[in-house]
């Protein structure tokens, strides 16, 4: 069975309702990312980004996979299927995809602020000011922040490294280090980009581009892979 690893990208769950930094009225247009996603915003109001994240949380609540989502799950069935995401929603695992690395952490979890593993399943609750961890400080969003460590992207790059097939999903390739990932990818294995965007792909290594959103690009891609086998 060929290992397939999918790296996806806000992209992957625009079509289900999540709101992104980057789009054309997205979260950058309301907050200041320094305030709500980086160490120095916690630290200035741990208040409004407890409360900016609560609004996430609810808003994933609503929200349901999409038809990429769905796709990426069943091609389990012919494939041995990696997730990687740049995402914090639980939209890939809803779908039943079962191998899902998250990058940039989990919404729907809390951690310590002063024992990073010290990690809890929260679902779609609030983090309020106040609630503590079994050592007794803070929780804050299970989330990388700017200017914090990856520290799931050595598993992301061995992962990446085993790919016989290496598909780039809803990524702009623009926020590093996940967008260095295909460069991991060995040199036999097909890789593919699935975008309705024009997206600058760092390297002459030939790349199938399929100019569409998640739910029918991941669709067309399905019967390509499948026709191959």
Known sequence: MKKL???TG???SAESGIRTFREAGGLWEEYDVTEVASPMGWWKSKELVLRFYNERRRQLA???PNAGHTGLAKLEDKFDVHIITQNIDNLHERAGS???LHLHGELTKARSTSDPSLIYDIGYDDINPGDK????SQLRPHIVWFGEAVPMLEEAIKVTATADI???IGSSLNVY??????DYAPAGASLWLIDPNDVYIPFSRKVEVIKEKASEGVAILREKLLSGL
């Open 62 to 64: 609503e929200c349901k």
């Open 98 to 100: 079962t191998e899902v």
């Open 5 to 7: 690893v999918v790296l």
């Open 133 to 136: 961890c079994a050592k007794g």
């Open 177 to 182: 280090p996940a967008a260095g990932l295909i």
């Open 166 to 168: 290496f598909v780039v």
């Open 10 to 12: 806000a992209g992957m």
